[in-house]
């Protein structure tokens, strides 16, 4: 999509470090994060290779605007570790003031040496607010650490953004979920879904007393313990939870973020009286806090940036800047795409057989009904976290087993289930309570419960606690994956299949041919739908 506007070439460094472009307008034309061309998942080095491949795609010159002032130096986390710890400035009467005035003046001192910088949780707020459609919305953007905050409350009003609050460091039940998410031996700030997913098999009530101690809402803000905000401490944590299992710590501290942020957003929507939410930062990648807030009684409508942690950061900085109408988000496809010549020049390269289709789609919904895994990869890739059609891997939903042999076959280790691309025409027959979030479910940024009949005809999508997280599927969203899906529900009468990312386990989502074949031939998968070609 070209734009006769003047373009604002946007770029972040910090977890998932990327770009973007859009026009003077703040409509977006194209946005990619580094670990797609890198093939390093998240990773937090300057955005080189994505803003090379950006700038061949858009040949005009561009203004640059970075998101964020100190967060990639590491400053804001260093600063907080040092106040939090018992010898900072023991003898200064009000730390929390003096801390303030360091933070406002490293970001002073930045202004006046990197300019058109936009402050990290103003990006998160932007990224939501403006591809809303909502002129007025209460935006809460969350997550452990972002230029000297992990928590904002703000207001947007036609096109402006107004802060009401802003909290410190720790202040966000992100930060505990990435030390638990450390502490039961994965990655903090990648494997915090697994967390989520694990929590399901626990009993949050035997380890709940422990969390209340470490989380709470105090007043209008959330407070959590000082230790957790020092460093990662095994030994403390061991003292705590030691005795408990895996899942029932996973199930408490998933109830207590679950409760902690419920309140924190229900006095805030009390206090404004707005009830259409926007969400973004890490925390929202939490599919379950994101269905506890939906169900609030207070609460009209919610909405998650599909982007939302930092690889969502460039999309904010450039809206942030140029202060567009919000719209509801035009398109997620905002990543490179490949002509038919470049695919099949990468096919005979790797002396593949296949077979062209022009109705590709009725031949892949043809295979899924058949109990075949088929690799799809086609036009534009998906900007953010999920994998929405276009660089995904499909299968029936029928099958109980499939999130153990088909994780193994990817080299993946998951406690979620896999999740589900169900026709948007079908969604009530599926899905409880979707009114207010069916915006959001388009990008696979919620739980919803199932019903009766998605228990019994999907099984292979539903997790032990009832739930889902889908991707509601339009025609106007995504034409030839809306197709696949239509011609299988044509031969089964199921309206959903399994979409889950075609990546192998620890890599990133695959971007070129090249990525996609490589994945294809590691995992041996059934089937590759490349385009027009099926191998």
């Not at 419920?262 to 379950?288: M, P, Q, R, Y």
């Not at 997790?463 to 197709?483: C, M, W, Y």
């Amino acid at each position: 999509m070209e734009s006769n506007n003047n373009l604002i070439l946007s770029k972040s460094q910090s977890i998932d470090s990327g770009v973007c472009i859009c026009d003077e307008k703040g409509q977006i034309l194209f946005a990619l994060n580094e670990e797609r061309v890198s093939r390093k998942k998240l990773t937090s080095k300057y955005p080189k290779l994505s803003k090379e491949i950006t700038e061949l795609h858009f040949k005009k010159k561009a203004k640059i605007i970075t998101a964020g002032y100190f967060n990639h130096f590491g400053i804001s986390e260093n600063l907080y570790q040092a106040y939090y710890s018992d010898n900072f400035f023991s003898f200064i009467p009000k730390k929390e003031i003096f801390l303030e005035i360091a933070r406002k003046g490293i970001i002073l001192l930045s202004k006046l040496l990197f300019r058109n910088r936009v402050e990290h949780h103003l990006c998160h707020a932007a990224s939501a607010y403006y591809t809303s459609g909502l002129k007025k919305s209460l935006i809460i953007t969350m997550d452990a650490y972002g230029d000297g905050h992990s928590t904002t409350v703000s207001v947007g009003t036609n096109n402006k953004i107004k802060f009401l609050e802003k909290h410190v460091w720790g202040c966000s039940p992100a930060q505990l979920y990435a030390r638990i998410t450390e502490y039961l031996g994965f990655k903090s700030h990648r494997h915090e879904g697994k967390v989520t997913g694990l929590a399901a098999y626990g009993n949050p009530e035997k380890t709940i007393r422990v969390f209340r101690k470490l989380l709470w809402f105090d007043k209008k803000k959330i407070e959590s313990a000082r230790f957790l905000i020092r460093g990662y401490n095994k030994e403390r944590f061991d003292e705590l939870l030691g005795s408990f299992s895996r899942e029932d710590i996973a199930a408490g501290l998933q109830k207590r973020c679950e409760e902690v942020t419920c309140k924190f957003i229900s006095f805030w929507v009390e206090k404004t009286n707005i009830k259409d939410i926007c969400l973004s930062g890490g925390l929202f990648a939490n599919v379950k806090i994101n269905q506890r807030i939906h169900e609030l009684p207070n609460v009209n409508s919610v909405y998650v940036f599909p982007h939302m942690g930092d690889g969502g950061l460039a999309i904010g900085a450039a809206l942030a800047y140029t202060k567009p109408m919000p719209t509801k988000l035009e398109t997620i496809y905002l990543g490179p795409e490949y002509s038919d010549e470049e695919t099949k020049k990468e096919l005979d390269k790797n002396k593949l057989k296949y077979e062209k289709f022009e109705n590709i789609e009725e031949e892949i919904a043809k295979l899924l009904a058949k109990g075949k895994v088929v690799a799809r990869f086609n036009e534009k890739m998906e900007y953010g976290p999920r994998a929405l059609g276009n660089r995904s891997i499909l299968y029936q939903t029928t099958d109980k087993t499939v999130n153990d042999w088909l994780n193994k076959k990817l080299k993946r280790t998951e406690f979620m289930p896999f999740a589900p691309a169900t026709l948007w025409e079908h969604k009530e027959e599926c899905y409880e309570n979707t009114k207010g979030a069916e915006h959001t479910a388009k990008y696979m940024t919620i739980t919803f419960n199932c019903t009766e009949q998605m228990k019994k005809q999907s099984p292979g999508v539903v997790h032990i606690d009832g739930t889902a997280r889908p991707q509601l599927v339009t025609k106007e969203d995504n034409k030839s994956f809306h197709k696949i899906i239509k011609e299988y529900h044509k031969i089964t009468n199921i309206p959903s299949i399994i979409n889950t990312s075609f990546n192998i386990h620890e890599e990133p989502i695959v971007m070129s041919p090249k990525d996609a074949i490589n994945a294809y031939k590691e995992s041996k998968l059934d089937n590759l739908a490349i385009g027009q070609y099926l191998i």
